[in-house]
């Protein structure tokens, strides 16, 4: 099944990591207009340039707020206030037991990995309800589903992006508005590279597909996602995880 998605606006947040860039590329080309956000300018600057596509980039730390107004300027100068899809991929890790967590990296990870999708897609929203399209695809994780030692913070803020999920999307379907959720499980990325490495061969014996999996595992079904042959699907998480979580 070839998917075809043309002319339209994207935005993804997070653009700079492996799964980010990774979507970026599958969307690139096809008179596509892309704005991609990131922390690292200069590796923005770099991957912005290797795009076939019209891009843009904006280097921003959404735990400010204030650049999610950034965004939205950018859109209305150079994207003519409009985004078609819109891809919430940005968010951090700050790992410990709860015993020993701190309040700054409690506050850390929800504020960026679930309170800014939240005022960014708000934002988005006005903008794709006006035209009465668009389509949103928020990256979970599997440990929003499962848990995970050492990490109440980064599940608590996936759970509560996969609730905000489907709340928006029951808003928003009357309007041509579909919103669904990607929880992918191991993936190689620079974010889980130390850890596969240190624990490879035991990670992949949880895995009954034994493998880890790949960013282009996580932008293929981004891209249907996207796509018009999506467009009876809103509301759902899709696990890509090689079976570790059913």
């Not at 921003?60 to 965004?71: A, H, L, S, T, W």
């Not at 293929?220 to 995880?241: M, P, V």
Request: glycine share 8%.
């Amino acid at each position: 099944m070839k998917i075809n998605i043309k002319n339209q606006n994207i935005l993804v947040t997070g653009a700079s990591g492996g799964i980010g860039s990774s979507i970026c590329k599958i969307f690139d080309g096809d008179e596509n207009n892309l704005l991609i956000t990131g922390t690292n300018e200069n590796k923005l600057d770099r991957f912005s340039k290797e795009l076939k596509s019209n891009s843009k980039f904006i280097a921003c730390d959404f735990r400010d707020y204030n650049n999610i107004q950034k965004i939205v300027n950018k859109v209305n100068e150079e994207f003519d206030s409009k985004i078609d899809i819109l891809i919430n991929n940005a968010g951090i890790t700050r790992d410990n037991l709860t015993l020993r967590m701190k309040e700054e990296d409690w506050n850390d990870v929800i504020n960026l990995n679930l309170n800014s999708t939240f005022f960014l897609t708000k934002e988005i929203l006005k903008l794709m309800v006006k035209k009465k399209y668009g389509r949103i695809i928020n990256i979970s994780s599997v440990v929003g589903s499962s848990g995970n030692l050492g990490q109440a913070n980064y599940a608590a803020s996936k759970a509560g992006l996969e609730g905000m999920t489907k709340s928006i999307a029951l808003e928003v379907a009357s309007r041509g508005i579909t919103v669904n959720c990607i929880a992918p499980g191991f993936i190689k990325t620079a974010m889980t590279s130390e850890i596969i490495e240190k624990n490879e061969d035991k990670i992949i014996q949880n895995i009954p597909v034994r493998r880890i999996g790949s960013s282009d595992d996580i932008s293929s079904l981004t891209k249907f996602l996207a796509s018009d042959k999506a467009s009876y699907i809103t509301g759902q998480t899709f696990h890509i995880n090689g079976g570790m979580y059913m």
